[in-house]
């Protein structure tokens, strides 16, 4: 494989309209840095802010970006936004044996049987979770991880989901005042699904939906969004389809990037990690660790707020 070379990764995705803006913004002088957004000198050294909805959206379609921020000298910070409650990752590591993963279950002899709560809240599951998170994060080498600690109601009430999308919307815009020149990553909720006949993920929806308000009133700017679940939806050949610039991850990210994977298939009680990521979504994970690419979009100009079906 050839050395990935920055200006290919970003032509090889490249839309109309994108094109359209690198002219315009190399006639005004302005550095474009494709996936990088289109970072001042004055902005330079403002951070670069990622919003993982969950634990496990970083590691699996953000940490190539996140690293090549870095490498462009950009301070980056990593937000997780909902706490992550899940009911379904404590039903399955309540299994004795486990029947979720099978072989590929990482506990000793795949018995795990945690009697962990499904309901209220998850505490376990949240506190598994949030552990393979900081695990990630510093595998990334992020340099500073801001936990929103948001309880997840976008899948309540239509009232609920609206109040959730409103009370992201109040955080983000209190780091767009403290850190002013700032970028601000989102995920691509409008895409995000396993598949593209369901609904999408109704909490990345939310998070795109708060992104979308804030730049609509002029709160935001420099704003990008990641596919994440693209590696699950698509297969390899189909998954840039769409997308405004094509991440390529030189060998030394993906190296950073496969080990924030594996926080999420570690077991290790003393640490409080219990593979709870691999207890959700393994497929995802799995064909992102062997995929060295991130998929970016800038927000669509027919995007739709609301959670939809
Ligand atoms: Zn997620
Ligand atoms: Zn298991």
Redesign the pocket.
């Known amino acids: 494989m050839s050395a990935p070379h920055h200006d290919d990764a970003v032509s090889a995705g490249l839309s109309r309209r994108s094109v359209l803006t690198a002219a315009g913004l190399t006639a005004a002088g302005v550095a474009l840095h494709g996936s990088l957004g289109t970072s001042s000198a004055a902005a330079a050294t403002a951070p670069a802010i990622f919003y993982s909805p969950h634990q496990d959206d970083e590691a699996i379609g953000m940490a190539g970006t996140i690293l090549e921020h870095k490498a462009a000298g950009r301070p980056v910070y990593l937000v997780l936004v909902s706490k992550g409650e899940n009911g379904g990752i404590a039903e399955?590591?309540n299994?004795f044996?486990?029947t979720?993963?099978g072989e590929?279950?990482?506990?000793p002899n795949?018995y795990?049987e945690l009697g962990w709560q499904t309901k209220q809240g998850t505490p376990e599951v949240v506190s598994g979770r949030t552990s393979e998170f900081m695990l990630s994060a510093k595998a990334i080498g992020v340099d500073k991880v801001i936990n929103f600690k948001l309880p997840d109601d976008a899948y309540g009430t239509p009232s609920e989901y609206t109040a959730f999308v409103n009370k992201i919307r109040g955080k983000v815009r209190e780091l767009a005042e403290r850190y002013p020149g700032a970028s601000h990553k989102f995920t691509a909720g409008w895409l995000d699904t396993t598949n593209p006949q369901w609904p999408t993920n109704a909490t990345h929806k939310a998070c795109s939906d708060a992104a979308y308000f804030l730049m609509k009133n002029g709160e935001l700017k420099d704003v990008r969004f990641n596919h994440i679940y693209t590696y699950e939806a698509f297969s390899r050949d189909q998954r840039d389809r769409g997308a405004d610039y094509v991440v390529h991850i030189p060998p030394a990210h993906m190296k950073k990037k496969r080990a924030a994977i594996l926080a999420y298939n570690t077991w290790d009680p003393s640490r409080n990690l219990y593979?709870a990521g691999?207890?959700s979504v393994p497929t995802m994970l799995e064909e992102a660790y062997n995929d060295p690419r991130e998929f970016v979009y800038e927000l669509p100009s027919h995007y739709k707020a609301g959670r939809g079906k």
Do not use: I, V
């Not at 590929?104 to 506990?107: L, P, V, Y």
């Open positions: 399955n590591l299994a044996p486990c979720y993963l590929k279950c990482s506990a795949h795990h593979t691999y207890h």
